[in-house]
């Protein structure tokens, strides 16, 4: 098709009331001039999707000490529970006082909770008053082991544990079960050969050990016994499950 048809053919087209009057068919338009069409495609946005709403979080704007506090408490109680717990067993004797100062030089960390504890018979009818008397004494033991503690490590947090119990090697054992102790140093006396064939003679035939011993053999977590290499010094005498009178110079 030329120039001039096509200026023609779209002449007519911008006047269609001439083509009707005519009685001409009407002109494919697609045919005469496809290049003049453009076919327009509308399409539609999708409607946006609404954001989720971010969870609410609600504070006291007006005084936030109270949530504080809350978050500290929580911090402090979480801390409490992941500190290790020493058991020292305390009385009056000097094996007592030798396996504290022991702990407390070479077991005892900073962040650990040293717990102190003693056994007390249980009472029977009519001897509250003896029992009363045994009581306090006890305490003021431990008062004054917990002074010891707190002169050497002044760092360390001490509690003291009063338990009763008739017979004291398993009354220990329950009392570090229960208070869920990681390790439990507890002194052990020097016996001579004749001691030990004297309550052997006594029992039977049968071996018995002393307080320490048992509590190394049936605590549920880590024991040590603790003596004194000898009197003028020479370090310590260690004995748990596996070792036996271990020399430890410190």
């Keep these: ?124 009818i009519g001897e509250n008053s003896e029992r009363a008397s045994r009581g306090a004494e006890k305490n003021r033991l431990l008062h004054a082991m917990q002074s010891i503690c707190q002169a050497k490590r002044p760092e360390v947090h001490v509690e003291l544990l009063l338990v009763e119990g008739r017979e004291r090697g398993p009354t220990i054992v329950d009392a570090a079960r229960k208070q869920g102790i990681s390790l439990l140093v507890i002194g052990q006396k020097k016996r001579s050969v004749a001691l030990r064939l004297l309550m052997i003679w006594a029992a039977g035939g049968k071996t018995i050990g002393d307080t320490a011993e048992y509590c190394v053999q049936n605590a549920t977590c880590m024991a040590l016994a603790v003596r004194r290499k000898s009197k003028k010094g020479g370090g310590y005498l260690i004995t748990t499950k596996r070792l036996k009178d271990f020399w430890l110079l410190a």
Excluded at 4 to 15: E, I
Excluded at 35 to 48: A, Q
Aim: aromatic share 4%; glycine share 2%; with cysteine.
């Design 1 to 124: 098709m030329t120039t001039a048809q096509l200026y023609r053919c779209f002449k007519k087209l911008s006047n269609p009331s001439k083509i009707m009057a005519r009685g001409s068919s009407r002109l494919p338009i697609i045919n005469l001039c496809p290049n003049l069409i453009r076919t327009r495609i509308r399409f539609r946005s999708p409607t946006l999707l609404s954001k989720p709403e971010s969870p609410k979080i609600e504070t006291n704007r007006d005084d936030g000490t109270e949530m504080k506090e809350c978050c500290d408490n929580k911090l402090t109680n979480n801390k409490e529970e992941t500190r290790r717990k020493v058991m020292v067993v305390v009385d009056s004797s000097q094996e007592a006082k030798t396996a504290l100062h022991w702990a407390l030089s070479s077991a005892v960390q900073p962040d650990d909770i040293v717990v102190l504890l003693d056994v007390i018979e249980p009472s029977t």
